[in-house]
């Protein structure tokens, strides 16, 4: 009798769960269709939704960065190195000491994290796989198709220094440290095979999706520019080059060499994620 009786307060149990789980789902349903809840940047989180994300987002992290090995940081060269990126890609959201952020990181919620604070709590591994793979709804893009492995690591080295550097030590190294300038040359080699996978999610990255229609690609609906389904079989680029990895490859990087008049802007996509997106497009064979 007894076991028939724990296995009837078990039942009821799961259902009572179920039934809240359920209740919940509907109650959140509900939020969502009325637009009752405010999505204005102007508006802050509530302070449960906050933890929650804030919760969610450190575990998902942690989860994710636990198997990063990290290199040597503590070298001024590397960490130097890190400020020049750091000035150049994070300084407008993130401030510096004595450095404000730029007016419109105000306006960003959730606000722009203080990376002091972030250096003396998150591991460097932790701080490396958010630089690199960016975090949703947050603002925090994805650096891996604009900064190499090693420039992430300087970025890292950098921030994890912040704790130890005075407004003073701040000033004086950005002062040591001479801005470099792209000179926009394009070198377009398409001698090594592209990964399809890694070329699609490149897409993405690269905000394809905002112009032209990508199968396999998520939000890619637009119709600014033509549709890329089909595109291994179309005979030409663009309409005015012959459609080959090579040209595909530099067309991807500068469309404008080719055509002047074109609207697609180069879009600083480096050598290899032109090689992988190329890839991805030659798997594009349906035209319908």
């Not at 209740?23 to 009325?34: K, T």
């Not at 080959?244 to 050598?271: C, E, H, N, Y």
Request: with cysteine.
């Amino acid at each position: 009798m007894s076991t028939l009786l724990r296995k009837l307060r078990l039942s009821v149990l799961l259902l009572l769960l179920l039934l809240i789980m359920l209740l919940a789902a509907a109650a959140g349903g509900a939020i969502v269709i009325s637009g009752i809840y405010n999505v204005a940047a102007t508006e802050q989180h509530t302070a449960l939704v906050n933890q929650f994300l804030e919760f969610a987002m450190r575990r998902s992290v942690k989860l994710r960065s636990h198997s990063v090995d990290v290199p040597e940081l503590a070298n001024e060269e590397r960490q130097r190195n890190g400020l020049r990126l750091y000035r150049a890609s994070c300084l407008q959201c993130h401030g510096a000491p004595g450095v404000a952020p730029e007016p419109f990181a105000a306006g960003m919620t959730p606000a722009p994290a203080n990376l002091v604070d972030t250096a003396r709590h998150w591991k460097p591994q932790e701080i490396y796989w958010v630089v690199r793979q960016g975090t949703k709804m947050t603002g925090m893009p994805a650096w891996e198709y604009r900064l190499t492995d090693a420039e992430i690591w300087d970025v890292v080295a950098f921030v994890m220094y912040l704790p130890r550097m005075s407004t003073k030590d701040y000033a004086q190294w950005n002062e040591s440290i001479p801005v470099r300038r792209k000179d926009g040359a394009v070198v377009a080699v398409a001698d090594k095979p592209g990964d399809p996978e890694a070329g699609r999610r490149a897409m993405g990255q690269y905000l394809c999706a905002t112009c032209h229609q990508i199968p396999g690609v998520v939000g890619a609906n637009k119709h600014v520019g033509p549709p890329l389904n089909g595109m291994a079989t179309r005979r030409y680029i663009g309409g005015v080059i012959p459609n080959t990895p090579d040209m595909m490859v530099r067309w991807l990087q500068d469309p404008k060499q080719f055509d002047p008049l074109s609207a697609m802007p180069a879009l600083g996509i480096t050598d290899k994620d032109a090689r992988d997106m190329a890839a991805y497009l030659y798997t594009l064979d349906d035209v319908e």
